[in-house]
Structure formats: structure tokens, C-alpha cells
């Protein structure tokens, strides 16, 4: 199953190409920060921030309570280790 996943952008790594390192439990990718960017202003108050991740896109900025209480379903349900695997570009 492919879900979105919360992770932490931890850096924004080319701000004309729109890229930022994302934290996903540990495993750190470069994912499209497009969807979240503010529309006026530099893209470094999204550093620190969560977001849901899906196919290598930020898709929307989440508070923390939600990305944690959604990343404990996703453990719960048995789909987390197989998201993360899909972030950091394994077969899952």
C-alpha cells in the first residue's frame, strides 16, 4: 500500500529547485517542498517543520501531535516499516 508518511523537514537543500531533507523515523531523503512553500518568503521556515510525505512530494504541513499520533497508526495497522522502507527507496 502506498500511504503518505510524516517526516520532519530537517533542511532545505536547494531553494530554487524547491528541495529539502526530510526525517522520516530516522531515514533522511530529499523530497519537493512545492506543495508547502510559502508563497511569498524564504522556504527556511519550513526547517523544523512536519509535513506528509507521498512519492517523494511534501503534500501538506501537519502539527507535530498529528504527524505522531499518524505514524502510531501506521505502526499499529502494520504499515510503517513497509512507508519507510518506501521513503527510503527499498522494495517494500
Known amino acids: ?54 512519492v517523494g512530494f511534501a503534500m501538506s504541513l501537519i502539527d507535530e501531535e498529528e504527524a505522531k499520533a499518524t505514524l502510531a497508526i501506521l505502526h499499529e495497522i502494520g504499515e510503517a516499516n513497509a512507508e519507510i522502507a518506501a521513503f527510503a527507496g527499498e522494495v517494500a
Open 1 to 54: 500500500m502506498c500511504l503518505g508518511i510524516p517526516g520532519r523537514i530537517v533542511a532545505i537543500t536547494d531553494a530554487e529547485a524547491m528541495m529539502a531533507t526530510v526525517d522520516v523515523s530516522g531515514v533522511r531523503r530529499s523530497v519537493d517542498v512545492t506543495c508547502v512553500a510559502p508563497k511569498d518568503g524564504p522556504l527556511d521556515g519550513l526547517v523544523g517543520r512536519w509535513t506528509l510525505v507521498h
